[in-house]
Protein backbone atom coordinates (compact mmCIF):
# COMPACT_ATOMS: atom_id res chain seq x y z
CA UNK A 1 0.00 0.00 0.00
CA UNK A 2 1.33 3.16 -0.98
CA UNK A 3 2.20 5.90 1.56
CA UNK A 4 1.65 9.88 0.89
CA UNK A 5 4.68 11.36 1.64
CA UNK A 6 3.60 14.81 2.96
CA UNK A 7 6.18 17.35 2.63
CA UNK A 8 7.11 20.03 5.65
CA UNK A 9 6.86 23.47 4.55
CA UNK A 10 9.99 25.45 3.93
CA UNK A 11 10.86 27.03 6.65
CA UNK A 12 10.24 31.20 6.82
CA UNK A 13 13.78 32.41 6.19
CA UNK A 14 14.96 36.12 7.38
CA UNK A 15 14.60 38.80 5.12
CA UNK A 16 18.30 39.09 5.63
CA UNK A 17 19.10 35.74 4.16
CA UNK A 18 16.18 36.17 1.10
CA UNK A 19 18.58 38.84 -0.61
CA UNK A 20 15.19 40.94 -1.08
CA UNK A 21 16.07 44.59 -1.82
CA UNK A 22 14.98 45.46 1.03
CA UNK A 23 17.73 43.72 3.38
CA UNK A 24 20.17 44.72 0.69
CA UNK A 25 19.49 48.57 1.71
CA UNK A 26 19.53 47.82 5.26
CA UNK A 27 22.78 46.54 4.76
CA UNK A 28 24.04 49.44 2.71
CA UNK A 29 23.01 51.95 5.54
CA UNK A 30 24.18 49.39 8.46
CA UNK A 31 28.29 51.01 8.34
CA UNK A 32 26.95 55.04 7.27
CA UNK A 33 24.58 55.07 10.11
CA UNK A 34 27.36 53.22 12.71
CA UNK A 35 30.28 54.24 11.79
CA UNK A 36 30.20 58.41 13.01
CA UNK A 37 28.97 57.11 16.07
CA UNK A 38 31.54 55.06 16.39
CA UNK A 39 34.50 57.19 15.47
CA UNK A 40 33.17 59.41 18.32
CA UNK A 41 33.49 56.61 20.53
CA UNK A 42 37.12 55.77 19.47
CA UNK A 43 37.98 59.10 19.70
CA UNK A 44 36.55 60.78 23.14
CA UNK A 45 36.42 57.81 25.13
CA UNK A 46 38.75 54.85 23.41
CA UNK A 47 41.90 56.91 22.44
CA UNK A 48 42.14 58.86 25.81
CA UNK A 49 41.60 55.80 28.07
CA UNK A 50 44.37 54.03 26.34
CA UNK A 51 46.57 57.10 27.23
CA UNK A 52 45.88 57.19 30.38
CA UNK A 53 47.08 53.53 31.19
CA UNK A 54 50.28 54.23 29.12
CA UNK A 55 50.44 57.91 30.71
CA UNK A 56 50.27 56.14 34.46
CA UNK A 57 53.64 54.29 33.63
CA UNK A 58 55.02 57.78 32.84
CA UNK A 59 55.80 61.36 33.82
CA UNK A 60 54.66 63.87 32.02
CA UNK A 61 54.24 67.76 32.99
CA UNK A 62 51.61 68.35 30.07
CA UNK A 63 54.38 69.52 27.88
CA UNK A 64 57.49 67.98 26.17
CA UNK A 65 58.77 64.54 26.27
CA UNK A 66 57.30 61.57 28.14
CA UNK A 67 59.25 59.49 30.70
CA UNK A 68 58.72 56.00 30.90
CA UNK A 69 59.23 55.19 35.12
CA UNK A 70 57.21 51.98 35.31
CA UNK A 71 55.58 51.04 38.49
CA UNK A 72 57.01 54.13 40.18
CA UNK A 73 53.88 56.19 40.16
CA UNK A 74 51.46 53.18 41.80
CA UNK A 75 54.75 53.11 44.50
CA UNK A 76 54.27 56.53 44.47
CA UNK A 77 50.59 55.66 44.93
CA UNK A 78 51.16 53.12 48.15
CA UNK A 79 53.61 54.98 50.29
CA UNK A 80 51.39 58.18 49.56
CA UNK A 81 49.76 59.22 52.98
CA UNK A 82 47.43 61.21 51.37
CA UNK A 83 45.96 59.00 48.65
CA UNK A 84 45.37 56.48 51.75
CA UNK A 85 42.75 58.99 53.09
CA UNK A 86 41.69 59.64 50.13
CA UNK A 87 40.85 56.04 49.01
CA UNK A 88 39.24 56.13 53.06
CA UNK A 89 37.61 58.88 52.43
CA UNK A 90 35.79 57.35 48.68
CA UNK A 91 35.18 53.99 50.30
CA UNK A 92 33.23 56.18 53.49
CA UNK A 93 31.72 57.99 51.14
CA UNK A 94 30.37 54.69 49.21
CA UNK A 95 29.55 52.86 52.26
CA UNK A 96 28.30 55.38 54.91
CA UNK A 97 26.76 57.59 52.50
CA UNK A 98 25.34 54.90 50.53
CA UNK A 99 23.40 53.52 53.81
CA UNK A 100 22.10 56.46 54.91
CA UNK A 101 20.76 57.45 51.44
CA UNK A 102 18.90 54.21 50.99
CA UNK A 103 17.64 53.45 54.51
CA UNK A 104 16.12 57.13 54.17
CA UNK A 105 15.34 56.09 50.48
CA UNK A 106 13.39 53.19 51.27
CA UNK A 107 11.43 54.53 54.47
CA UNK A 108 10.41 57.61 51.74
CA UNK A 109 9.12 54.49 49.96
CA UNK A 110 7.19 53.17 52.43
CA UNK A 111 5.87 56.31 53.43
CA UNK A 112 4.75 57.71 49.99
CA UNK A 113 3.27 54.70 48.85
CA UNK A 114 0.03 55.35 50.49
CA UNK A 115 0.65 59.16 50.88
CA UNK A 116 -1.98 61.51 49.36
CA UNK A 117 0.10 63.96 47.09
CA UNK A 118 2.76 61.90 46.73
CA UNK A 119 3.81 63.14 43.27
CA UNK A 120 4.28 66.62 44.70
CA UNK A 121 6.17 65.54 47.49
CA UNK A 122 8.62 63.14 44.96
CA UNK A 123 8.93 66.63 43.34
CA UNK A 124 10.08 68.25 46.24
CA UNK A 125 12.77 65.28 47.69
CA UNK A 126 14.12 65.39 43.81
CA UNK A 127 14.63 69.31 43.47
CA UNK A 128 18.42 68.80 44.21
CA UNK A 129 18.73 66.80 41.18
CA UNK A 130 17.34 69.26 39.33
CA UNK A 131 19.45 71.96 40.44
CA UNK A 132 23.34 72.20 39.20
CA UNK A 133 25.48 70.17 41.50
CA UNK A 134 27.57 73.56 41.54
CA UNK A 135 24.70 75.89 42.77
CA UNK A 136 23.74 72.89 45.67
CA UNK A 137 27.13 72.88 47.11
CA UNK A 138 27.42 76.48 46.92
CA UNK A 139 23.87 76.90 49.02
CA UNK A 140 25.53 74.04 51.37
CA UNK A 141 28.07 76.40 52.30
CA UNK A 142 25.92 79.04 52.83
CA UNK A 143 23.67 76.98 55.40
CA UNK A 144 26.80 75.56 57.28
CA UNK A 145 28.91 78.85 57.83
CA UNK A 146 29.42 80.71 61.11
CA UNK A 147 26.20 82.92 60.98
CA UNK A 148 24.62 80.25 58.55
CA UNK A 149 20.62 79.19 59.14
CA UNK A 150 22.33 75.91 61.06
CA UNK A 151 23.85 77.77 63.76
CA UNK A 152 21.28 80.34 63.51
CA UNK A 153 18.53 77.66 64.31
CA UNK A 154 21.44 75.88 66.91
CA UNK A 155 21.05 79.53 68.54
CA UNK A 156 17.59 79.88 68.29
CA UNK A 157 17.36 76.41 69.82
CA UNK A 158 19.16 77.70 73.24
CA UNK A 159 22.70 76.10 71.78
CA UNK A 160 25.41 78.77 72.98
CA UNK A 161 28.15 77.38 71.52
CA UNK A 162 27.65 75.96 68.02
CA UNK A 163 29.83 73.94 65.88
CA UNK A 164 32.46 75.23 63.64
CA UNK A 165 31.01 73.33 60.89
CA UNK A 166 33.93 74.25 58.24
CA UNK A 167 36.62 73.71 60.19
CA UNK A 168 38.91 70.96 58.71
CA UNK A 169 37.99 67.84 61.12
CA UNK A 170 34.21 68.44 60.34
CA UNK A 171 33.88 69.58 56.69
CA UNK A 172 33.91 66.20 55.62
CA UNK A 173 31.30 65.06 57.37
CA UNK A 174 29.48 68.27 56.57
CA UNK A 175 29.80 67.29 52.66
CA UNK A 176 28.42 63.08 53.74
CA UNK A 177 25.28 65.09 54.55
CA UNK A 178 25.61 67.10 52.10
CA UNK A 179 25.76 64.39 49.78
CA UNK A 180 22.74 62.16 51.84
CA UNK A 181 20.48 64.98 51.21
CA UNK A 182 21.30 65.28 47.34
CA UNK A 183 21.29 61.90 47.02
CA UNK A 184 18.23 60.73 48.48
CA UNK A 185 15.70 62.73 46.48
CA UNK A 186 16.77 60.65 43.23
CA UNK A 187 17.20 57.59 44.60
CA UNK A 188 13.83 57.31 46.43
CA UNK A 189 12.20 58.77 42.96
CA UNK A 190 14.09 55.38 41.63
CA UNK A 191 12.34 53.52 44.00
CA UNK A 192 8.80 54.92 43.95
CA UNK A 193 8.83 54.36 40.15
CA UNK A 194 9.15 50.87 40.86
CA UNK A 195 6.41 50.98 43.24
CA UNK A 196 4.17 52.71 41.56
CA UNK A 197 4.18 49.21 39.19
CA UNK A 198 2.96 46.82 42.10
CA UNK A 199 -0.20 45.83 41.43
CA UNK A 200 -2.73 47.05 44.65
CA UNK A 201 -4.14 43.64 45.05
CA UNK A 202 -1.49 42.52 46.82
CA UNK A 203 -1.79 44.53 49.25
CA UNK A 204 -4.79 44.24 49.75
CA UNK A 205 -4.58 40.70 50.07
CA UNK A 206 -1.42 41.58 52.55
CA UNK A 207 -3.88 43.96 54.89
CA UNK A 208 -6.79 40.57 55.05
CA UNK A 209 -3.70 38.80 56.26
CA UNK A 210 -3.12 42.00 58.60
CA UNK A 211 0.00 42.18 57.63
CA UNK A 212 2.10 44.92 59.52
CA UNK A 213 3.36 48.00 56.79
CA UNK A 214 7.25 46.52 57.85
CA UNK A 215 5.84 43.08 56.79
CA UNK A 216 4.25 44.11 53.33
CA UNK A 217 7.45 46.01 52.88
CA UNK A 218 9.81 42.57 53.31
CA UNK A 219 7.60 40.51 51.80
CA UNK A 220 6.11 42.82 48.98
CA UNK A 221 7.51 46.13 48.15
CA UNK A 222 11.23 44.81 48.33
CA UNK A 223 10.84 41.79 46.45
CA UNK A 224 8.63 43.12 43.35
CA UNK A 225 11.02 46.39 42.95
CA UNK A 226 14.46 44.40 43.39
CA UNK A 227 15.22 45.07 39.63
CA UNK A 228 14.90 48.92 40.98
CA UNK A 229 17.15 48.23 44.17
CA UNK A 230 19.93 46.64 42.01
CA UNK A 231 20.07 49.26 39.68
CA UNK A 232 20.19 51.77 42.17
CA UNK A 233 23.30 50.30 44.24
CA UNK A 234 25.15 50.18 40.73
CA UNK A 235 24.58 53.70 39.92
CA UNK A 236 25.26 54.32 43.30
CA UNK A 237 28.89 52.58 43.41
CA UNK A 238 30.01 54.29 40.05
CA UNK A 239 29.07 57.54 40.89
CA UNK A 240 30.18 57.40 44.97
CA UNK A 241 33.86 56.62 43.62
CA UNK A 242 33.57 59.85 41.20
CA UNK A 243 31.97 62.27 43.44
CA UNK A 244 34.07 65.87 42.51
CA UNK A 245 31.79 69.06 42.25
CA UNK A 246 30.02 68.55 45.29
CA UNK A 247 33.26 68.38 47.19
CA UNK A 248 35.31 70.97 45.07
CA UNK A 249 33.09 73.87 45.22
CA UNK A 250 31.99 73.28 48.61
CA UNK A 251 35.42 72.71 50.44
CA UNK A 252 37.27 74.61 47.97
CA UNK A 253 38.61 78.08 47.98
CA UNK A 254 38.68 80.44 45.15
CA UNK A 255 41.40 78.93 42.89
CA UNK A 256 42.32 76.14 45.21
CA UNK A 257 41.78 72.29 46.25
CA UNK A 258 39.91 71.51 49.65
CA UNK A 259 42.19 70.27 52.66
CA UNK A 260 43.00 66.68 52.31
CA UNK A 261 41.34 65.87 54.76
CA UNK A 262 38.07 66.36 52.77
CA UNK A 263 40.02 64.42 49.67
CA UNK A 264 38.70 61.67 47.50
CA UNK A 265 39.91 59.48 44.84
CA UNK A 266 38.44 61.80 42.46
CA UNK A 267 40.41 65.20 44.09
CA UNK A 268 43.54 63.13 44.12
CA UNK A 269 44.11 62.68 41.00
CA UNK A 270 42.60 66.63 39.75
CA UNK A 271 45.48 67.83 42.88
CA UNK A 272 48.05 65.75 41.32
CA UNK A 273 47.75 67.10 37.42
CA UNK A 274 46.73 70.76 38.15
CA UNK A 275 49.21 71.55 41.08
CA UNK A 276 48.72 74.99 42.88
CA UNK A 277 53.02 75.31 42.42
CA UNK A 278 52.04 74.94 38.63
CA UNK A 279 53.67 71.95 38.45
CA UNK A 280 51.71 69.39 37.16
CA UNK A 281 52.36 65.52 37.70
CA UNK A 282 49.99 63.88 34.76
CA UNK A 283 51.62 60.59 35.11
CA UNK A 284 50.63 60.16 39.17
CA UNK A 285 47.05 61.79 38.17
CA UNK A 286 46.83 58.85 35.82
CA UNK A 287 48.09 56.22 37.90
CA UNK A 288 45.16 57.70 40.46
CA UNK A 289 42.64 57.67 37.98
CA UNK A 290 43.69 54.24 36.84
CA UNK A 291 42.92 52.86 40.56
CA UNK A 292 39.63 54.84 40.50
CA UNK A 293 38.52 52.84 37.52
CA UNK A 294 39.90 49.46 38.76
CA UNK A 295 37.81 50.32 41.74
CA UNK A 296 34.86 51.25 39.91
CA UNK A 297 35.08 47.83 38.02
CA UNK A 298 35.30 45.68 40.50
CA UNK A 299 32.49 47.18 42.86
CA UNK A 300 29.82 47.37 39.76
CA UNK A 301 30.79 43.29 39.57
CA UNK A 302 30.80 42.62 42.89
CA UNK A 303 27.46 44.61 43.46
CA UNK A 304 25.69 43.03 40.46
CA UNK A 305 26.70 39.86 41.91
CA UNK A 306 25.37 40.71 45.06
CA UNK A 307 21.81 42.12 44.03
CA UNK A 308 21.35 39.38 41.64
CA UNK A 309 17.91 37.64 42.27
CA UNK A 310 15.76 35.68 39.81
CA UNK A 311 13.15 37.93 38.57
CA UNK A 312 9.49 37.89 39.52
CA UNK A 313 6.42 38.30 37.91
CA UNK A 314 2.93 39.20 38.74
Known sequence: ??????EAPAAVRPAAETGSPLARARQRLYLPFVLPALAVYLLVFIVPSLFTVVLSFAEWAGAGPIEWV?????RRLWYDDVFHS????TLLILIGVGFLTFLFSFGLTMVLR???GRKFVRAVIFFPNAVSALAISILWGFLFQADGLANALLRLAGVDTVPRWLADDNLFYVICMGLVWVNTG???????????????YLYEAADLEGASPWQKFRNVTLPLMWDAVAVSATLWAISAIKIFEFIYVFAGAAGSVPTTKAWTLSLYAYAEAFQPTGEARYGASAAATMVTLVLIVVLTLLTRRVTRRESLEY
Request: proline content about 3%; charged content about 10%.
Open 1 to 6: MATATV
Open 70 to 74: GFDNY
Open 86 to 89: SLLN
Open 186 to 200: FYTTILMAAVDRIPA
Open 114 to 116: EMA
